[in-house]
C-alpha cells in the first residue's frame, strides 16, 4: 500500500512572454512524481501565466 508523500520541487517555466524561476510543495503518490511537470503546467495556466514549457530542477522528498 503506498501513501502520499511530500516533495519539494523547483524548477524553470518559459513561456511566450515572460519566464521565471518557481519552487513549491507537493503532495502526491511516488507514481505521479514523474507528471509533476503537466501538473504545475496546468496550475500555472489556470492562474493566467501562459506557459509553453516546465523543466524541473530538483525533486526532493521531505
Known amino acids: 500500500m503506498f501513501f502520499k508523500k511530500n516533495y519539494?520541487?523547483?524548477?524553470?517555466?518559459?513561456?511566450?512572454?515572460?519566464?521565471?524561476?518557481?519552487s513549491t510543495?507537493?503532495?502526491?503518490?511516488?507514481?505521479?512524481?514523474p507528471k509533476a511537470a503537466s501538473e504545475l503546467k496546468k496550475i500555472l495556466n489556470?492562474?493566467?501565466h501562459d506557459v509553453?514549457?516546465?523543466?524541473?530542477?530538483?525533486?526532493k522528498r521531505l
Do not use: H, L, N, Q
Not at 8 to 22: A, D, I
Not at 52 to 59: A, E, Q, W, Y
Open 46 to 48: 489556470s492562474m493566467g
Open 8 to 22: 519539494f520541487v523547483e524548477f524553470e517555466y518559459k513561456g511566450p512572454k515572460e519566464k521565471g524561476t518557481c
Open 25 to 33: 510543495t507537493m503532495r502526491c503518490f511516488p507514481s505521479m512524481v
Open 52 to 59: 509553453d514549457t516546465i523543466f524541473i530542477t530538483s525533486i
